[in-house]
T-cell receptor, first 110, second 116 residues
Framework: QKEVEQNSGPLSVPEGAIASLNCTYS??????FFWYRQYSGKSPELIMS????GDKEDGRFTAQLNKASQYVSLLIRDSQPSDSATYLC??????????FGTGTKLQVIP | DTAVSQTPKYLVTQMGNDKSIKCEQN?????MYWYKQDSKKFLKIMFS???????INETVPNRFSPKSPDKAHLNLHINSLELGDSAVYFC???????????????FGPGTRLTVL
């Protein structure tokens, strides 16, 4: 079983819609959760981090964490073509190691 | 000023050669990492160093040897390069040990290694 799982996509949404990206993880002791965005040919950059159950909002982005279900998601409201990228979910499962998922490719259609 | 820099950006070499990739961060961070991203975009940690001390050494062939001369630098030396080593290698740094609010990782631009 993979430690961090994401649907590889592509997830296609029309411009202005809400994009919903999901991630599940296997290690119950995980404490820290991150969403990184990676444009093609570029390096990953952090969008959101979340540590407690519930929602965390930052502009058009909302991260949701449910530790009981071992599930973390990222919602992007009012999606823009510039949001088209691969979104990597990352989980700290302890031992100072952050494990990345394989990423979900998002395409926002103008 | 680039926060995390890597050289070279591209590296094309023959099988069996030895090569090095250099990484420097000017963020004052204590922890540095090497990641490998394969053709399917899977980003996998290879090593991490905290204050020049090796913290994480994943299941990586002995041909890969990291070296941290100081807190701001973490270099990666690869011996006897193989076709399967072709990938993009990312260096990253964080203030803490990848577990809490100080542990945002900042990535370098990547080094695309192609082994022929």
């Amino acid at each position: 079983q993979k430690e961090v799982e994401q649907n590889s996509g592509p997830l296609s949404v029309p411009e202005g819609a809400i994009a919903s990206l999901n991630c599940t993880y296997s290690d119950r002791v995980s404490q820290s959760f991150f969403w990184y965005r990676q444009y093609s040919g570029k390096s990953p950059e952090l969008i959101m981090s979340i540590y407690s159950n519930g929602d965390k909002e930052d502009g058009r982005f909302t991260a949701q964490l449910n530790k009981a279900s071992q599930y973390v998601s990222l919602l992007i409201r009012d999606s823009q073509p510039s949001d088209s990228a691969t979104y990597l979910c990352a989980v700290n499962g302890g031992y100072q190691k952050v494990t990345f998922g394989t990423g979900t490719k998002l395409q926002v259609i103008p | 000023d680039t926060a995390v820099s890597q050289t070279p950006k591209y590296l094309v070499t023959q099988m069996g050669n030895d090569k090095s990739i250099k990484c420097e961060q000017n963020l004052g961070h204590d922890t540095m990492y090497w990641y490998k991203q394969d053709s399917k975009k899977f980003l996998k940690i290879m090593f991490s160093y905290n204050n020049k001390e090796l913290i994480i050494n994943e299941t990586v062939p002995n041909r890969f040897s990291p070296k941290s001369p100081d807190k701001a630098h973490l270099n990666l030396h690869i011996n006897s390069l193989e076709l399967g080593d072709s990938a993009v290698y990312f260096c990253a740094s964080s203030q803490g040990l990848a577990g809490g609010p100080t542990d945002t990782q900042y990535f370098g631009p990547g080094t695309r290694l192609t082994v022929l």
